[in-house]
């Protein structure tokens, strides 16, 4: 079901070439998101409601959700997911309330301030995707951090169903709980198009965030400059680092969450214990065929990204999922907490049998929206200074210009800008 890549012995690979990830190929896309993004720059509303019956199946006269809607959703929802998902929100908004930065003012020389502001994004466009399941726990991820933030215009934008013409009802409901009344029945691409130049009701944002496929990868990525974006979301993935102290049951079933995802999804094991990698094989064949989507858990499995990769101990492992940066990285080992202390590359690290995924996909506290396909290395999940600028503030006297005027002139002779140097010396020499 699982391949398996051996690497024992050999000496220092090319780690990220050797674990191979499912073809994500956005930059081909964007020869068929071009065309949608163009019709909704030129033709606004039009152009979205006709790409929403192409591509959805949907024919809509507004694209706007009622607020009636969104009431009625909330008092719909099953008491159990409603406990969930506030649950969920007041441990991410504890969690995000920490991540909050306050200005700071230094004092670099007498008379010489440079204070660092953060400032709020004034609006932004939250998407939620709908595709093989609606992923209500994005509504809050995406929410939660740009209110805490103190963003004071969020819109959200998720797939219509071919039954309401509206939403996923659970979307609604927690769109209702936090206090989220501007919602638009729009997917794909369009709704990237719709947030970036805005469209009917929508006025354009100054940010988009939030997961979604190829193609709404692909219009963030040709909008990126137009709007700014959280990252490139592409298939999810998970890194598991284990030695033979894991339970085999627990691994598998980790595994099998991330694949759950659908077929690109990447599902990877690191081990240097070739007896773990035979039991958590033998656990995944008995776990899959009882799971409800075992299909497209099977594809996931059996695709080229995911695999059991052998190492010939921890600290090979750990060079393994440091260069594989996976969005997800679990650590089952003795002194697990030891081990995932040097990850460096992980959207998120999960430390020990009892912090599996699941739990950081709903009520962790942390975060869901990260960085995928290698980019943990250099990028970061969603939070609270997504939605954040900093805006330095410089406030100097006279004499503290006076001090340093005679290096700027000099800085700027060198550069051949003697414009810059005059924009300090002219305030000194007149009368």
């Not at 699941?358 to 942390?366: E, I, M, T």
Request: hydrophobic share 45%; with cysteine.
């Amino acid at each position: 079901m699982i391949r398996r890549i051996d690497l024992r012995g050999q000496q220092a690979p090319d780690y990220r070439a050797v674990v191979p990830r499912a073809e994500f190929d956005v930059e081909a896309a964007t020869h068929a998101v071009r065309p949608i993004l163009e019709a909704v720059r030129t033709r606004g509303l039009e152009a979205v409601l006709e790409l929403t019956e192409r591509f959805d199946g949907v024919r809509l006269e507004s694209v706007a959700v009622p607020v009636e809607a969104l009431t009625r959703a909330l008092g719909a929802l099953d008491p159990g997911v409603r406990a969930g998902l506030e649950e969920s929100v007041r441990r991410l908004r504890t969690a995000s309330e920490a991540d909050r930065e306050e200005d700071t003012t230094v004092e670099v020389a007498p008379g010489a301030r440079v204070t660092q502001r953060f400032v709020p994004v004034d609006r932004v466009g939250l998407y939620v995707p709908g595709g093989t399941a609606p992923l209500v726990s994005t509504v809050v991820m995406n929410v939660v951090p740009a209110q805490v933030a103190g963003v004071g215009s969020i819109a959200l934008a998720a797939p219509p169903t071919r039954e309401t013409g509206l939403p996923d009802g659970s979307i609604l409901a927690a769109c209702a709980l936090l206090g989220i009344d501007e919602v638009y029945a729009v997917g794909g691409a369009q709704a990237i198009a719709m947030f970036a130049y805005g469209a009917g009701d929508c006025r354009r944002v100054d940010m988009v965030t939030g997961p979604g496929n190829l193609y709404v990868t692909a219009a963030k990525r040709l909008l990126r400059g137009e709007v700014g974006i959280d990252s490139e979301a592409g298939p999810s993935e998970i890194a598991i680092l284990a030695d033979d102290s894991a339970e085999a049951a627990f691994v598998a079933a980790d595994l099998l969450t991330e694949a759950e995802h659908g077929g690109t999804s990447a599902s990877l094991l690191v081990t240097d214990s070739v007896a773990l990698a035979d039991d958590v094989e033998a656990e995944l064949e008995k776990q899959v065929v009882a799971t409800r989507h075992s299909d497209r858990v099977a594809a996931a499995l059996g695709g080229v990204q995911s695999a059991i990769v052998l190492v010939d101990d921890l600290d090979q492992g750990l060079e393994v999922v440091n260069a594989y940066a996976s969005e997800h990285t679990e650590v089952h080992t003795r002194d697990a907490a030891a081990v995932a202390a040097r990850v460096r590359n992980a959207g998120a690290v999960f430390v020990g049998p009892w912090s599996p995924v699941a739990v950081g996909d709903y009520c962790a506290g942390s975060n869901h929206v990260l960085p995928t396909g290698g980019c943990a290395c250099h990028s970061s999940g969603l939070g609270v200074r997504s939605f954040v600028k900093q805006v330095h503030v410089v406030d100097y006297t006279r004499e503290a210009l006076a001090a340093v005027a005679d290096h700027v002139v000099a800085l700027a002779e060198a550069e051949d800008l003697p414009g810059h140097g005059a924009g300090v010396s002219s305030r000194f020499s007149r009368g």
